[in-house]
């Protein structure tokens, strides 16, 4: 069955870096875009990220433009979100997300928490 597996959160100050994995399986992995979106406490579902198949052609969300940084390793069926110049409003589940249409898939998120 496909799974999603973040990791990588924690605890980071203002200005900081983090740096997400999404391990994938289940399904092939380099025949699909992937997708990293973000839970605020007390908000909806954001997108911040997307990447298409050869890892070409990055898509950000604007709040996080400049600063964080997709890619993925399909030897490896993984997804990754560098994150730099962390703010707290970044403070978010970070989930990693899969459109096997007609399904969509979602790992368990991985807590990313900026604060001084």
């Known amino acids: 069955q496909v799974q999603l597996v973040e990791s990588g959160g924690g605890l980071v100050q203002p200005g900081g870096s983090l740096r997400l994995s999404c391990a994938a399986s289940?399904?092939?992995?380099?025949?699909?875009?992937m997708y990293w979106v973000r839970q605020a406490p007390g908000k909806g579902l954001e997108w911040v990220s997307a990447?298409?198949?050869?890892?070409?052609?990055?898509y950000y969300a604007d709040s996080v433009n400049g600063r964080f940084t997709i890619s993925r390793d399909n030897a490896k069926n993984t997804m990754y979100l560098q994150m730099n110049s962390l703010k707290p409003e970044d403070t978010a589940v970070y989930y990693c997300?899969?459109?096997?249409?007609?399904?969509?898939?979602w790992g368990q998120g991985t807590q990313v928490t900026v604060s001084s």
């Open positions: 997300n899969a459109r096997l249409t007609p399904k969509t898939y």
């Open positions: 289940g399904f092939t992995f380099s025949r699909y875009w």
């Open positions: 990447i298409n198949t050869g890892g070409g052609s990055p």
